[in-house]
């Protein structure tokens, strides 16, 4: 078994109740901490997702962003669309050691070229050979986009209409929208969801946004793209 620390930054709701969690590890080098690579915890089954009692901590609680925790891992999962990704060791629980402010955020943003850009593909997905052939890959960014809104619109998907939570933004000159899996931000900006009107919703301040976002395991060969996470630094 390998206990890991990691600052937790994602969280996100992952074919409802199972959860996807990332984040970055915080390694002690004889007392002194520095910030290793993403770690994404997975499970050996449901494409990773982790169940409730996978994830949870000492009195039954999920891990939030900004929670520090150590989690027992057994081994690399050596996907090479998803490095990040280690398998948990069964059976043994995670423990939260502390949090962090938000302040530490912008330490970890990461400035990528793009995100996963396919120009084959629509803006929130793309193929997997065109994945393959980027250099420096990884499959989870903490960024800062150059503008940001929430979008709720529907889309009908099987002979019915369902509503859609989306996040719409620029980022390097390029316009992406994806789908939104953070299970916390919409309880402030659209608390009755799935009963919200459709249309655009701003933040608060758009330029105090940070996103975490991840590529989904692939679905009809196509890895599509996820807002996990939306943070709103202090003033």
């Known amino acids: 078994m390998i206990a890991k620390r990691i600052l937790i930054l994602a969280n996100s709701t992952k074919h409802h109740p199972k959860r996807c969690v990332a984040g970055r590890e915080l390694i002690d080098e004889g007392g002194q901490f520095r910030w290793g690579g ?15 009692d996978e ?33 948990i060791e ?31 593909q629509k803006s929130d997905r793309a193929s997997v050979s065109a994945l393959e052939r980027l250099a420096k890959f990884q499959s989870l ?13 529907s889309r009908v998907w099987e002979g019915y209409p369902k ?5 719409v933004f620029s980022y390097r000159g390029r316009h992406y ?12 900006y659209y608390p009755d969801y799935p009963r919200t009107e459709e249309g ?21 060969g196509l890895h599509y793209k996820v807002i996990a996470t939306v943070f709103e630094l202090p003033a």
């Open 38 to 52: 993403w770690i994404r915890p997975v499970s050996n089954h449901d494409e990773g997702a982790l169940d409730f």
């Open 90 to 120: 069964p059976e043994q629980a995670w423990t939260r050691e502390s949090a962090m402010g938000a302040t530490v955020l912008p330490t970890l943003v990461e400035q990528p070229e793009s995100l996963w850009f396919d120009p084959a």
């Open 55 to 87: 994830r949870s901590l000492p009195g039954a609680v999920d891990p939030k962003p900004l929670d520090v925790v150590q989690v027992p891992l057994s081994a690399p999962e050596s996907n090479p669309l998803q490095p990040e990704n280690w398998l």
């Open 163 to 167: 509503k859609q939570q989306r996040g």
């Open 177 to 188: 929208d994806f789908a939104l899996t953070d299970p916390l931000i919409g309880q402030k």
């Open 200 to 220: 655009d919703i701003h933040p608060a301040d758009a330029s105090r946004i940070l996103l975490c976002v991840s590529l989904t395991p692939p679905f009809h």
């Open 141 to 153: 960014y903490l960024i800062r986009p150059d503008k940001f809104h929430f979008q709720i619109r």
